[in-house]
């Protein structure tokens, strides 16, 4: 039973209801074909689940949600919260585009709910510094240059934190800061698939693939850490529409970014930039918000096709490795005199 968020790494929590599934908090699943997700609570992505660990969890959530009397519906999406926190999200049979645009707008919404909450609380902070200052007898003049710096961070974020934890077949496992994020970016491979230039700390690499969309999968949403609005969700939705399918939005990525004529297609308009430029203007924070939350929408998309075409073996690995790299993120902040102090325990156990 996985416990890790296959995106972000984090822990996916726990309910007491399922028995059989004691995953998530927040779980989404439709019944007629046959799926099942666990929302992460912390980046708001959905984790499909292991074949052989939903059906008998679907079936008790299509008992539970038509039981519950809390509960909100349209004609093809069902909102269920139960008696002991655990809410369900019951998916009918909406076309795709509506299917698209409920769930990611939800996904992107509260996620920028959530980071404009943190980055308003911050400055709100940062302000009430100043204002003492102030009043203290101290020139605001004094406090500009570090006001600005700081409100600039708050905002953007730490562009040395590292936001990825990555498992690679070249590279092993590699550590992505943020402003790593304005040195990397989306190409074409030779072979015709995605393709994808990552900078990490002390090295730089090239993938191609399902590996490169499986990394930036990882990525990309980190780079969309503000989410969007209804509107911008609707005008990504309406990108991958535009050229029939995320598949094929992926391929249109890939040519445009190698500087070829995107046609008359809908294909993404962008490119990478140069110059002295601050790096959250740079690489995959050069896409436009709408070609990025598209972005986004495709990779997830494409990868939850592939698992539910058969390939299963890919999705159990992904599952195994975000378990691994959530062991050793957390073994990042251990001493090692715990550590040792652990192992001698063990060894007289």
Known sequence: MFSTCIFCNEPLGSNEVFETFPVGRRLAFDAARGRLWVVCPSCERWNLSPLDERWEAIEQAEKLYCDTRRRVSTDNIGLARLREGTTLVRIGEPQRPEFAAW??????????????????????????????????????????????????????????????TIKTESNGVVHVQRRHLGESFVN??????????????????????????????????????????????????????????SER????????????????????????????????????????????????????????????EGELDALEEAWRDAEEIAAIADSLFVPESVEEKLRKLKARG
Do not use: C
């Open 103 to 164: 769930r990611y707008g939800d996904q992107f919404g509260r996620r920028r709910t959530r980071a404009l909450l943190l980055a308003g609380g911050g400055i709100a902070a940062v302000s009430g510094v100043v204002v003492g200052g102030t009043i203290a007898g101290v020139s605001v003049g004094a406090f500009a240059y570090s006001f600005t710096q700081v409100g600039d961070r708050i905002v953007r974020g730490n562009p040395k934190a590292v936001v990825a």
């Open 249 to 308: 939005f992926l391929s249109a990525v890939g040519r445009y970014a190698r500087g070829s004529d995107p046609g008359s297609h809908g294909s993404p308009t962008w490119t990478r930039k140069r110059g002295a430029t601050p790096y959250h203007k740079l690489g995959l924070f050069a896409i436009p918000k709408t070609d990025r939350l598209a972005l986004e929408m495709a990779l997830h998309e494409e990868a939850e096709r592939r698992a539910m």
């Open 188 to 245: 074409r491979a030779p072979d015709g698939s995605l393709g994808l230039s990552l900078r990490f700390k002390e090295g730089q690499a090239d993938f191609t693939g399902e590996e490169a969309a499986r990394i930036a999968s990882i990525i990309v949403p980190k780079v969309n850490r503000f989410g969007g609005s209804r509107r911008e969700v609707a005008q990504a939705v309406e990108a991958i529409e535009r050229v029939g399918s």
